[in-house]
Nanobody, 130 residues
Framework: QVQLVESGGGLVQAGGSLRISCAAS?????????????MGWFRQAPGKEREFVAA??????????YYADSVKGRFTVSRDNAKNTLYLQMNSLKPEDTAVYYC????????????????WGQGTRVTVSS
């Protein structure tokens, strides 16, 4: 079992930046195991479905990164395997980025698809004011 806890959300003005984090823990989780998980960020805005934001692949296979078109060039996903932590650096934020952001772990494939992940955090709210 893996627990994911997001943090770092808040209120920011349009054009600003924010970094959110996702700390992973669990009785069977070790730094090596965390590095073997594909990790993703999803978001859900009020009245909308959850959507893919970004993902980072398994470290030993290159740790490739993936982004939704709407955030490409503005958001950067990264991981610190020594700290069992996933990050999402968000720059040039827009009001349409307002949502609850969720991290997810252990995608077996298809990292852009929510059903591919086994573990989810509770989310952290990001609000971008215009």
């Amino acid at each position: 079992q893996v627990q994911l806890v997001e943090s770092g959300g808040g209120l920011v003005q349009a054009g600003g930046s924010l970094r959110i984090s996702c700390a992973a823990s669990g009785r069977t989780l070790s730094g090596r195991t965390f590095s073997n998980y594909a990790m993703g960020w999803f978001r859900q805005a009020p009245g909308k479905e959850r959507e893919f934001v970004a993902a980072i692949g398994i470290t030993w296979s290159g740790g490739n990164t993936y982004y939704a078109d709407s955030v490409k060039g503005r958001f950067t996903v990264s991981r610190d395997n020594a700290k069992n932590t996933l990050y999402l650096q968000m720059n040039s934020l827009k009001p349409e980025d307002t949502a609850v952001y969720y991290c997810a772990a252990h995608a077996t494939s298809r990292v852009r698809i929510a059903d591919s992940y086994d573990y989810w955090g509770q989310g952290t709210r990001v609000t971008v004011s215009s």
